[in-house]
């Protein structure tokens, strides 16, 4: 289906992996004119969990707001309240770049993002992103020169969503992040998956699902939660 000036681009970095209404919803993104739009997405989380790690093991409130502009540009921001070295801080993530169709079914999706933490700057980092979307399915690498302030990785993933009904439908997620050799924390591979069910109404996204992670014990953070819930509202 078509997007018009109303509709939002399903492909975004990821920050939020427990609340971000547009992760697994993946569809093809066609190009929108010249027209602009600025969203935003209030989401009440579980706890919050990125790539497998919990950065948040408490219910948090976070904010999300993006730019479409002409041409397939956006830009956008994240915030989220995190535990980080076991003290409480501020979570900021800025991303832009730029989305397009290839054909009728296949788009492609590039940019950058900066991660910050607010009380311990010595662990932000950026990374380069680029990616496919064909019908409900999409695939996205991304590079970090310095993760986590530690060194080169590479992190692969895939999402898609199966409608099971009108406002139904069933998420899933998996992403493969590769540690370079001059990585700090070097060890295997880390693999996160990720399912989860979600009931869309024209305001409010609900999601309630199951996480893991594996090959993590060289890791410093702990394991996110297996069970998590979240409830968006877009304005």
Known sequence: MPFDCHDRQ??????????????F????????????????????????????????????LQLRVDHDAAGGWYTGAFASPIKLYGRGQGLLIVYGGRAAPLTSRLS??????????????????????????????S???????????????????????????????LALHGGILHPFADYRRSGPDRTDLRAALAYDTSDWRLQAGWQTLMHASDYERPRARALFASASVRF
């Open 10 to 23: 399903p492909s975004r970095p990821a920050p939020a992996l427990t609340g971000a209404r547009t992760l």
């Open 25 to 60: 919803l993946a569809a093809a993104m066609l190009a929108r004119g010249a027209c602009a739009q600025t969203s935003a997405d209030l989401t009440l989380v579980s706890g919050y969990a990125m790539r497998g790690m919990s950065l948040n093991p408490d219910p948090a």
């Open 108 to 137: 492609w999706d590039a940019g950058v993002s900066r991660t910050i933490y607010l009380r311990n700057h010595e662990v932000d980092y950026h990374e380069f992103y680029a990616g496919l979307t064909l019908d409900r399915v």
């Open 139 to 169: 695939a996205r690498l991304s590079y970090s020169p310095a993760y986590f302030g530690a060194g080169r990785t590479a992190y692969l993933d895939v999402n898609t969503g199966v409608p099971l009904g009108e406002r139904v439908s």
